[in-house]
């Protein structure tokens, strides 16, 4: 599985970014899929997630309620809309595949995309 991360860029604080992330090589609605980012000298973190339906989506705390994931099984992407950025949600971010929803990000049979940097000043 191929993933193409894209939609980053520099924006000011409150303003709104979508990434998305392409893929390419396999089955795309058999994969969940997600986000991570890792910030200027910390560890990557996960943002978010969604199952393969879309039904099913989780959240780390900072950003529920501002940031959205979704996806179009027709078209083989996942988008990140985030929403009233924050300095603090300036890193890399990454897109994310599993087959299995409870281990993506963390298994050896997971993908991972380029990252795509997002900026937000203050």
């Known amino acids: 599985v191929q993933l193409q991360a894209s939609g980053g860029g520099l924006v000011q604080a409150g303003g709104s970014l979508r990434l998305s992330c392409a893929a390419s090589?396999?089955?795309?609605?058999?994969?969940?899929m997600g986000w991570f980012r890792q910030a200027p000298g910390k560890e990557r973190e996960f943002v978010a997630s969604i199952n393969q339906s879309g039904r099913t989506t989780y959240y780390t705390y900072s950003v529920k309620g501002r940031f959205t994931i979704s996806r179009d099984n027709a078209k083989n992407t996942v988008y990140l809309q985030m929403n009233d950025l924050k300095p603090e949600d300036t890193a890399v971010y990454y897109c994310?595949?599993?087959?299995?929803?409870?281990?993506?990000?963390?298994?050896?049979?997971?993908?991972w995309g380029q990252g795509t940097l997002v900026t937000v000043s203050s």
């Open positions: 090589g396999r089955t795309f609605s058999s994969l969940a």
């Open positions: 994310a595949a599993d087959k299995n929803h409870y281990v993506l990000g963390h298994s050896s049979d997971g993908y």
